[in-house]
């Protein structure tokens, strides 16, 4: 199963529903996600951080992990979204496993 987002109605109503996103995860639960930069999510202190490309989770991890990578990493120029209600590692990571692609995605491509 892989994950596809749903527009929170209470960011739709306020006219902001883009920034704002329902992730689900494998086990059936949703992750209210805020659209932000990367720079800005990287300054972050904890959270679970998605790096999306055509509306498809192609990473998930800790926001630290985020930050720690090179500027230029693909991860870092998709667009990214953090999700700041799991209060404790042991959410965050329970979070991570339940977004995780299930399938490995690859930036690169081989010549024919």
């Known amino acids: 199963m892989s994950s596809t987002p749903s527009i929170s109605q ?3 109503a306020a006219g902001i529903a883009s920034r704002y ?3 689900t995860g494998r086990s ?3 992750y209210l996600f805020t659209c932000l930069d990367a720079a ?3 300054d972050l202190e904890s959270g679970v951080a998605i790096a999306v ?3 498809r989770i192609v990473w998930v991890g800790e926001v630290g992990d ?3 990578m090179q500027h ?3 991860e870092r120029r998709a667009t990214i979204y953090v999700h700041l209600l799991a209060a404790t590692l042991a959410e965050r990571r329970g979070v991570i496993w339940d977004l995780r692609p299930t399938e490995p995605v690859s ?3 081989l010549a024919a």
Request: net charge positive; no cysteine; glycine share 4%.
């Open 10 to 12: 209470a960011a739709l």
């Open 21 to 23: 996103l329902y992730w």
């Open 28 to 30: 059936g639960r949703r």
């Open 40 to 42: 800005v999510a990287a």
């Open 53 to 55: 490309e055509r509306e």
């Open 66 to 68: 985020l930050a720690r």
């Open 72 to 74: 230029d990493a693909p």
């Open 107 to 109: 930036h690169l491509r």
